[in-house]
C-alpha cells in the first residue's frame, strides 16, 4: 500500500506543495496505480511518470515487486470481485468511500511471477482490441455526423455519388434559407410532408394493453435505435396513448436536444410525451428519420423549446420547420447510404460488445484460477 491522498468535501486538487509533503519517501514510480476510494469507488489508472494533479479522493499503490508486478495488480483490481469488495467494505454514508485499513484486507489473486506475466500479457492484448475498436467506433461516429450533414444539404446526384460542394458546382445549387442546396429540391415545411398523430388510446383496454408500448426512454440519443421492447401492461400505463403503424417516425419532443427518434417497424402506442410521425406520399421513411436527427432540425427544436420552462416542442412549433426536400428517388439513395454507414458502426459496436464479454470471462477464469493459463498456452502450443 502508497499514500493516500485524504478526501474533503469540495474534492479539491492536491497542490503541488501537498503532493510533495504526501509523497516525501514514497518514490511515486512509473506504473504505480492510482484508485478512487471516494465517490467513484474503484476507478483505477496506471501513474504515466508526468506531473499531474490528483484528487484527493485518490489512492497511491505501490506494489511489493518481489511478489506482484504493477500491470497484474491493475488488472486485479479491476476484477468484478475486487470490485464487490470494495463495496461491502466501503462505509455507507451518502458518498461511498473506503478506509486505508479496510482497503488493505481486501485480497488479490495470489499467483506466481511468471503465471502474473502471462495473464497481464492476454489482459493487455484485449484491452489494446478495445481501445482499436473504441477509437473505430468514436471515428464512424465522427464521419457518420459529417456525412448526414452533407447528404442533407448536398444530396446524390446521377451517378450515386455526392454532389460536389458549392464553390466547385455553383451551377448545382440554388440559394434557400438553409443556404445553397441542390436545384431540384424543394423548400417546405416539415407540416406538408407528415401527418401528425390525432387522438389517444385508452392503453388499459384490449388490445392495446398488449401492444408495445415506446418511451422517450427507451430510444436511444442520436442514433435511431430502440433499446426496449415492453407492452403497456408491464409498464402499467393507463394515460393515454398515440398508435403508430409501421414507416412512422416516433420523435421524443421533451429534452429535444437528446435527439431520440426512431423509425417503427412494427405496429404499437407511443407515449404522450412523443409524435408518431407519419410520413406522406413522396416521403421516404428513412429520409425523414434523417431529416429528424440531422443538425437542422434538431438545432431548430433545441432553440424553439427553450420558449417554456421546461424544453419541450409541441407541434405548433414543429410546424414551424421547414427545410430542403428531394425528390423520392433521391431520397432512397441518400437513405440507403445511411443505412451502410449505419452498419458498419453496428458491427463493431457489436465487436465491441464481444470483447468486452470475452475480456470479463478471461478475467472471471485466469484470476480466480478456474483455468490455468498455463494450460492455455499448453494447449495452443498442442494444436
Not at 478506509?99 to 493487455?124: R, T, W
Amino acid at each position: 500500500m502508497g499514500a493516500y491522498v485524504s478526501f474533503d468535501e469540495n474534492d479539491q486538487l492536491v497542490s503541488e506543495q501537498e503532493y510533495k509533503a504526501i509523497t516525501k519517501g514514497f518514490n511515486l514510480e512509473k506504473n504505480d496505480v492510482l484508485l478512487t476510494v471516494v465517490g467513484s469507488l474503484g476507478r483505477s489508472a496506471l501513474f504515466e511518470g508526468e506531473k499531474v494533479a490528483f484528487q484527493r479522493s485518490v489512492a497511491f499503490l505501490k506494489p511489493d515487486k518481489k511478489n506482484i508486478s504493477s500491470r497484474f495488480l491493475y488488472h486485479a483490481i479491476r476484477h468484478e470481485a475486487f470490485q464487490q469488495q470494495l463495496l461491502k467494505s466501503s462505509n455507507a454514508t451518502a458518498q461511498a468511500g473506503i478506509y486505508l485499513g479496510e482497503l488493505a484486507k481486501c485480497l488479490i489473486p495470489n499467483i506466481k511471477a511468471k503465471e502474473q506475466d502471462l495473464i497481464v500479457k492476454i489482459l493487455d492484448t484485449l484491452d489494446t482490441q478495445l481501445r482499436q475498436t473504441e477509437a473505430i467506433i468514436a471515428k464512424l461516429q465522427q464521419v457518420k455526423q459529417g456525412l448526414l450533414q452533407d447528404l442533407l444539404t448536398r444530396g446524390i446526384d446521377a451517378s450515386g455519388k455526392l454532389r460536389p460542394p458549392w464553390e466547385k458546382a455553383p451551377e448545382l445549387y440554388k440559394d434557400s434559407p438553409l443556404g445553397w442546396i441542390p436545384k431540384e429540391w424543394e423548400w417546405n415545411s416539415l407540416a406538408s410532408k407528415v401527418e401528425f398523430p390525432t387522438g389517444q388510446v385508452d392503453p388499459r383496454i384490449f388490445p392495446y394493453r398488449e401492444w408495445i408500448l415506446v418511451a422517450p426512454d427507451h430510444i436511444e440519443s442520436k442514433t435511431g435505435r430502440l433499446l426496449n421492447k415492453c407492452d403497456a401492461t408491464s409498464q402499467s400505463a393507463i394515460s393515454g396513448k398515440y398508435i403508430f403503424q409501421p414507416g412512422d417516425v416516433i420523435y421524443s419532443k421533451i429534452r429535444p436536444y437528446l435527439r431520440k427518434a426512431v423509425l417503427a417497424n412494427f405496429q404499437g402506442l407511443c407515449s404522450a410525451d412523443a409524435y408518431p410521425l407519419r410520413p406522406l406520399t413522396g416521403i421516404v421513411p428513412e429520409y425523414l428519420l434523417a431529416v429528424i436527427l440531422g443538425e437542422h432540425f434538431s438545432r431548430f427544436a433545441e432553440s424553439v423549446s427553450m420558449r417554456s420552462g421546461f424544453p419541450k416542442i409541441n407541434r405548433a412549433e414543429m410546424s414551424e420547420f421547414s427545410t430542403a426536400w428531394p425528390q423520392a428517388e433521391e431520397q432512397e439513395k441518400i437513405a440507403s447510404i445511411i443505412k451502410d454507414s449505419n452498419e458498419k458502426l453496428a458491427m463493431e459496436e457489436r465487436l465491441l460488445e464481444k470483447l468486452k464479454k470475452q475480456k470479463i470471462g478471461l478475467m472471471d477464469d485466469l484470476l480466480t484460477g478456474r483455468v490455468r493459463v498455463t494450460n492455455l498456452i499448453g494447449q495452443q502450443r498442442a494444436s
